[in-house]
């Protein structure tokens, strides 16, 4: 069992930046992959950026270049910088560890850290 928590989620001005902490104690990076969604009201869940297990990011269209995802091996942490936030970045920020060994999967979620971007 991995314990997932984020912080790092506040009231940022436009333009503005936050990084976000996804800590889980004792995970082995070098088998889950470390994915960041949000979520907004009455929304599914989107996929924001992601790493994998050797440390390739992924990230959708409208963060590349204004988030970067990055992993602290030595705090069992990822962190999501983000820069030039918009209003639309607005939401709650959710970590996921998840790893497929074979036929059994392991996935786990943090509860989240809200971001707020307005004037």
């Known amino acids: 069992q991995i314990q997932v928590a984020e912080s790092g989620g506040d009231w940022v001005q436009p333009g503005g930046s936050l990084t976000l902490s996804c800590a889980a104690p004792?995970?082995?990076?070098?088998?889950?992959?470390i994915y960041w969604y949000r979520q907004t009201p009455g929304n599914r869940r989107q996929l924001v950026a992601a790493?994998?297990?050797?440390?390739?990011?992924y990230y959708i269209d409208s963060v590349k270049g204004r988030f970067t995802i990055s992993k602290d091996y030595a705090k069992d942490t990822v962190y999501l910088q983000m820069d030039s936030l918009k209003v639309e970045d607005t939401a709650v920020y959710y970590c996921?560890?998840?790893?497929?060994?074979?036929?059994?999967?392991?996935?786990?979620w943090g509860p989240g850290t809200q971001v707020t971007v307005s004037s």
């Open positions: 004792g995970i082995d990076f070098s088998t889950y992959g």
């Open positions: 996921n560890v998840h790893r497929a060994l074979g036929s059994a999967e392991d996935d786990y």
């Open positions: 790493i994998t297990r050797v440390d390739s990011p």
